[in-house]
């Protein structure tokens, strides 16, 4: 007690002008105690006192929070704008998230209690109810916001108060050395803290973002969890250097710019943040719209991603930041277009741009192409679950086209590697803007003299559908390519297409995917559907298959004759889809009549050989495994799983062939 008697004389008895400056900061910096702070806080009530010291008291008062909120609250009220945003932009680069202990309990306690099975086909995930324990645990952790959280959201109050006071010849200086300090410690956030925690940063920096524009409310504004009253902000000092005229015009401009800038950044920031598992990648906007738009492909009794973005709190969460990201493009008024203009040729800039001075013009600063794609995707999909019609001028060619290639073109030099490394976010949201734009915006009506590179797009889809590690973003890759293909007005050009990926490509996935390919389109040409457009007959005619039988049905007469049965063996396994593939489509076109006889089929069988190069091959081939399988497993023992499973392949080859003998048998 007497120590606290001491220190309460020290800082009461010493106020300027009994002290100068200096010295009474250091009294403060020795003497102050939580117990303290109220007494600190009538001190401060000196207006005067508070400009003169007020930025210095930064330092001092952060590590007190949340006891010291009100002190520092009434020095961004009535501290000198100009040193205490410096000092409270020191402090905002110092907050120690690496430091920060957290039990990442939001990251799998949701998702990995019981809810998605992890039989994934066709997009769709298997889920059950939630677990009340969990659920519990979480909102616990929620509800205590860890001191780096409370000093990075209490600094951004002081922001949203100190700017407005800022009346300099060039705000905009000011503002963009802010928005880097505040960009560069929230990527620390993203990466350091848990989902909860990010969310809450991240509600506070779009709060930021409204108070800097001068935006009441957002357009669109979704509903902020928790959010307290609002409340009438208190009388704040003027600024004692202020610049009496208005800025300049283009400073004015460049000031906008740093804010549409600085809210795409954020956007980006906050999506490497999420964390992937059980296969939901990012906001799972494609497996969400490809519900919507066809929800009779969806399985009975199989929970839908949209069903867990509406049933489960964690991602029900991620829905809600996003929206809020995207209410602040409106209240910055970053314009549509640019986004798309962003997306369509991306630089390599991460960061708002170190500028050695003050940026000549608005033209300077770029959006961030990662976040402005996702903030795309987000309006879209928004309006498009919400029955809304869209402004946006974006179809699949050309505009999607040039989205898709600037961010995942298989053809550069690491192509490749850069579809199966590309985040999932990103590889989401791309695909996601491509469904949208296939059917929301009339996908069929493709103009041939707006595309710019039919084969190298479609090429860029394949790629992902059997390289990328996800097998739910795999398959929307493989359905918009099939769609896009389909929707094209020349026949010629989709069996161009076709025709390179059966002869040509590496991966016997995608040459299964083609062989499906032609059945549709033989299908859809004999049919007469109205979806075909501008057909000119290609897949009707008997030179389509005179032109296709060699890779339909390639001659194997020495693929399976090694003397190492067990390469013959993994060489058959890696092509056996392929085969079934292409015996299901020579089974549909000697047991459909029509197709039989406008096809001539059976002079296909005859001329082509398809049983002595084909056929006999592969059953050859089928019974030498068998035999083999029985003498001595080619792989592993024989309780493994894995031989029964190969059986039962060489059992489906059989069932096929023999389907197909009997077919070519009918007249």
Not at 88 to 100: D, H, M, P, S
Not at 168 to 184: D, E, G, M, Q, W
Request: proline share 7%.
């Amino acid at each position: 007690m007497p120590a606290h008697i001491s220190s309460l004389e020290a800082i009461t008895s010493s106020v300027p002008p009994k002290t100068d400056n200096v010295t009474y900061l250091t009294i403060l910096e020795s003497h102050l105690t939580e117990e303290l702070l109220p007494t600190l806080l009538h001190i401060l009530q000196d207006k005067e006192l508070t400009a003169n010291i007020g930025w210095d008291l930064i330092g001092i008062l952060t590590p007190l929070l949340p006891a010291s909120k009100a002190c520092l609250e009434e020095i961004a009220r009535s501290g000198n704008p100009r040193e205490v945003i410096l000092k409270v932009t020191e402090a905002l680069r110092q907050i120690g998230f690496k430091n920060e202990q957290h039990e990442d309990l939001d990251d799998q306690s949701e998702l990995d209690n019981g809810r998605m099975d992890d039989d994934k086909k066709n997009g769709h995930v298997d889920g059950s109810a939630t677990s009340g324990d969990v659920d519990e645990q979480v909102q616990d952790k929620n509800d205590t916001l860890c001191k780096p959280v409370l000093e990075f959201t209490t600094l951004l109050d002081m922001i949203s108060v100190i700017h407005p006071r800022i009346k300099a010849k060039y705000p905009s200086r000011f503002l963009c050395s802010t928005l880097k300090a505040v960009l560069h410690t929230y990527r620390d956030a993203a990466h350091f803290l848990s989902p909860s925690q990010v969310n809450e940063v991240t509600f506070s920096v779009v709060d930021l973002v409204k108070s800097l524009s001068g935006t009441e409310r957002p357009f669109l504004s979704p509903p902020r969890p928790s959010t307290p009253p609002v409340q009438v902000a208190p009388e704040v000092a003027p600024d004692p250097e202020a610049y009496e005229e208005d800025a300049p015009k283009d400073d004015t401009a460049i000031g906008k710019r740093l804010l549409q800038s600085f809210v795409t950044m954020i956007t980006e920031e906050f999506f490497s943040s999420l964390p992937s598992a059980d296969d939901v990648s990012g906001l799972a906007w494609a497996a969400r719209l490809q519900e919507h738009a066809h929800p009779e492909k969806t399985v009975p009794g199989r929970t839908t991603f949209s069903q867990l973005f509406t049933d489960m709190p964690q991602l029900k969460d991620r829905d809600s930041v996003v929206r809020w990201l995207l209410a602040a493009t409106c209240a910055v008024d970053i314009d549509r277009r640019e986004l798309i203009d962003s997306t369509s040729e991306p630089d390599d800039t991460t960061e708002i741009v170190e500028y050695r001075g003050h940026p000549e013009s608005a033209d300077d600063i770029p959006l961030s192409p990662v976040g402005s794609l996702f903030l795309l995707v987000q309006e879209a999909t928004y309006l498009s679950f919400c029955g809304l019609p869209s402004s946006l001028h974006f179809r699949i060619f050309p505009d999607h086209e040039k989205v898709l290639l600037s961010f995942l073109d298989c053809n550069q030099a690491d192509g490749l590697d850069r579809l199966e490394g590309e985040a999932e976010p990103i590889v989401d949201a791309v695909l996601a803007l491509g469904i949208w734009a296939f059917e929301e915006k009339g996908g069929p009506n493709i103009d041939p003299s707006l595309i710019h590179d039919f084969n190298k797009y479609l090429q860029t889809l394949c790629y992902l559908s059997v390289k990328h590690p996800s097998p739910t973003l795999r398959f929307h890759a493989h359905s918009l390519c099939s769609s896009i293909l389909h929707a094209h007005p020349t026949g010629a050009v989709r069996l161009a297409f076709i025709h390179d990926t059966l002869a040509h490509c590496p991966f016997e996935a995608l040459k299964s995917s083609a062989v499906g390919w032609v059945k549709d389109e033989i299908l859809l040409a004999n049919r007469n559907r109205v979806v075909y457009y501008g057909e000119d007959g290609v897949f009707k005619q008997p030179a389509l298959l005179t032109t296709l039988s060699p890779y339909l049905f390639p001659d194997l007469r020495d693929l399976f004759q090694n003397t190492s049965i067990e390469y013959d063996w993994i060489v058959f396994q890696l092509n056996l889809p392929f085969y079934l593939a292409s015996l299901n489509l020579y089974y549909l076109l000697l047991s459909a009549p029509d197709l039989r006889s406008s096809l001539e089929i059976d002079k296909l069988h005859s001329d082509y050989q398809v049983q002595t190069l084909f056929l006999t091959p592969l059953a050859q081939a089928s019974k030498r495994f068998q035999q083999e399988q029985t003498i001595e497993p080619l792989e592993a023992g024989e309780s493994d799983p894995e031989v029964h499973a190969d059986m039962s392949g060489l059992q489906i080859l059989d069932d096929r062939l023999d389907r197909v003998t009997a077919a070519i048998g009918r007249t």
